[in-house]
């Protein structure tokens, strides 16, 4: 297994800037995940990583050494498909042991390699099956099984569980973070769901529009996402933003919106009187009932998820939406009480998280 | 409503299949009857299936050496073609779109001028370069006029191929060149059969290039062959219509043989379904 280093790559279609400027650096062993929206970037990135693309500007390095020159091939890494990319002329055995064959490895190691990486995805029984007579999730696992026989320097994963049904992918994410435990291996892995991304990155970076937002771990981007983009991507429901100003009163900061007032705690001094974006978590916001402190919402809607239950509310002319507990009672249209504790508000000036 | 235009539809392709039909039935059938049938009048429809004209075609006009000739010149030219068109098709499959586009225009430009236009430079060109009468001075212009169309449906079926199916490949340890061979190709089969039909069709029916590049009826074609049967005061009808069904049998066995083929797409099964 190897690190992975990015410096400063960047990607022009024509005018169109796919990638700008992206640094990165996955240590050796980490599951390292690419999280963004759709055409942001992270499929480029990736095809730039393993030789199928060449980037503008900027360099690709495998253990610190530069393979900007070198062909896929070379690179010996290894990609796993949104749509599995099987071979459907051959067999699932024959799938698995391309790659082997490609690099002149002999026929009987060929065949031991593939039977136990066949037995290590509990496919052993289809290896005599073409592509065709699979199911989606029998079809993922030859998919995963293509890229593990080889025992690359560096896993590419580009969406590799969007196709399967919800149950299979949760079942099939857990399988993927318990493999990587058990190989220790480099992964880079793409997906634009967050909970995926949440789930089974070591590290997680977040972009938009080619560029980097953050790179973080998932609690780092959780709890200090480091600009308006990231905060509201990453979450559901999503981040709470209201605009306002700030004053000072003595030795406490107070956001004002047009609709209702809040305490920030302590904030730079420089903020003072400046627009501001101030976010909070759906989770981080206390609701009392028939109480006469805290801001006052009405109730808009609810909706049930089970174990919690969210409700959507209006906070003057600004939506809210917040997490409250199952025994809650509040009806649509009643009035209820939010509290939010300075401690839990995410202040941002510019688009740019205030530490 | 629907019965009738159902009615209509029917109608439709059964007057459609007797006009092409029609014209061929009637020489299979004239190739199995006797000489005092061919010439009877009124015309009897029904052959007596004697195979006299079969036997006369080849004992005295000799056209199994013509068959042999368009063998070879008909499977050289799809050899040929079929090589060229699929590796001039995956560069231009691979092409951004807008230069694969104009790339693709111009080829099929000129696919469009007219035989007799350039009959006359390839005439001075072949004796130039010593090619009259020999199979690779037919073979060549064949090779030329066909490939356009031969590009075209590779390329286009280049296209519908999955990136992810080559990428997959290279990433595997294939070259360019290894991808296209042992991924892309295999799969392709249904294409790359379609071109090579149209190819051979075109080099097995051709008659004007053929009759001016070839007088040595050593080398002659099939096309070519039968059209000289006719001496200059007799049409031997029935001999003609024994070698043109012997020259048109293996074409419709071929394309019935593997319309199936044809028309299926192999690639069942690369993408999530």
Redesign the interface.
């Known amino acids: 297994m190897a690190s992975l280093t990015l410096q400063n790559i960047t990607k022009r279609f024509g005018v169109v800037v796919a990638l700008s400027d992206v640094n990165l650096h996955v240590e050796d062993g980490a599951f390292f995940v690419l999280l963004g929206p759709s055409g942001c970037g992270k499929s480029t990135l990736l095809q730039i990583v393993a030789g199928l693309d060449r980037q503008n500007e900027g360099s690709v390095l495998l253990d610190g050494q530069t393979v900007d020159e070198f062909s896929p091939r070379q690179r010996d890494v290894a990609m796993v498909f949104q749509n599995y990319a099987l071979y459907p002329h051959m067999t699932v055995s024959q799938n698995l042991g391309f790659g082997l064959r490609m690099r002149g490895i002999p026929k009987s190691e060929i065949e031991q390699k593939v039977m136990e990486t066949a037995r290590l995805l509990g496919i052993e029984h289809l290896v005599k099956r073409k592509p065709r007579q699979l199911s989606g999730g029998q079809r993922q696992r030859v998919a995963m099984g293509r890229a593990l026989v080889r025992r690359p320097r560096l896993f590419l994963l580009d969406e590799p569980l969007s196709n399967l049904d919800a149950r299979l992918r949760i079942s099939v994410r857990l399988e993927l973070k318990r493999l990587h435990q058990q190989m220790k291996a480099t992964i880079l892995y793409v997906t634009h769901d967050q909970v995926e991304a949440m789930t089974l990155g070591d590290q997680v970076v977040v972009m938009q529009e080619g560029r980097v937002h953050q790179i973080g771990t998932p609690e780092t981007i959780y709890n200090r996402p480091t600009d308006t983009f990231v905060a509201t991507f990453v979450g559901s429901p999503v981040m709470n933003l209201f605009e306002g100003k700030v004053d000072r009163q003595g030795n406490r900061f107070r956001f004002h919106s047009a609709d209702f007032s809040l305490d920030l705690g302590k904030v730079n001094q420089a903020l003072v009187g400046r627009n501001v974006e101030v976010g909070v978590r759906p989770e981080d916001i206390g609701v009392s009932e028939g109480t006469e402190t805290g801001l006052r919402a009405e109730v808009e809607m609810l909706s049930n998820v089970g174990a919690d239950k969210y409700i959507h509310a209006r906070l003057g002319n600004s939506p809210v939406t917040l997490r409250a507990p199952r025994n809650v009672t509040c009806q649509t249209g009643e009035t209820i009480r939010l509290s939010m504790d300075a401690g839990k508000l995410h202040v941002f000036h510019e688009g740019k998280r205030i530490p | 409503m629907t019965w009738l235009k159902k009615t209509g539809f029917l109608l439709g392709i059964l007057l459609s299949a007797a006009f092409s039909l029609v014209p061929f039935l009637l020489f299979v059938s004239s190739a199995f009857k006797t000489q005092a049938q061919v010439t009877a009048i009124p015309p009897e429809l029904w052959p007596s299936f004697s195979i006299d004209f079969f036997r006369s075609a080849i004992l005295r006009y000799g056209i199994l050496h013509y068959l042999a000739n368009s063998v070879i010149v008909a499977g050289s030219t799809t050899v040929a073609t079929i090589l060229l068109a699929t590796l001039a098709g995956y560069a231009l499959a691979r092409l951004p779109r807008r230069w694969a586009h104009f790339s693709l225009m111009v080829i099929l430009a000129c696919a469009m001028f007219p035989q007799i236009a350039i009959i006359g430079p390839l005439w001075r060109f072949l004796r130039f370069v010593g090619w009259l009468n020999t199979y690779q001075g037919l073979v060549l212009p064949y090779v030329a006029l066909t490939l356009p169309l031969a590009v075209w449906i590779i390329a286009l079926f280049f296209r519908e191929m999955?990136q992810?199916?080559e990428?997959?490949?290279?990433?595997?340890?294939?070259?360019r060149i290894?991808a296209l061979v042992r991924?892309i190709l295999?799969?392709s089969v249904p294409g790359l059969f379609t071109a090579a039909i149209f190819t051979f069709i075109y080099a097995w029916n051709e008659f004007f290039l053929a009759l001016l590049i070839l007088t040595d009826p050593a080398k002659q074609t099939m096309p070519v062959g039968i059209a000289l049967f006719q001496g200059e005061h007799t049409v031997p009808w029935g001999e003609i219509a024994a070698a043109s069904f012997i020259t048109t049998a293996p074409l419709v066995v071929m394309v019935l043989l593997f319309q199936r083929r044809i028309v299926t797409g192999?690639?069942?099964?690369?993408?999530?379904?």
């Open positions: 999955p992810e199916l990428a997959a490949a290279l990433v595997d340890g294939c070259s290894g991924v295999p799969l192999l690639s069942a099964g690369a993408i999530k379904g």
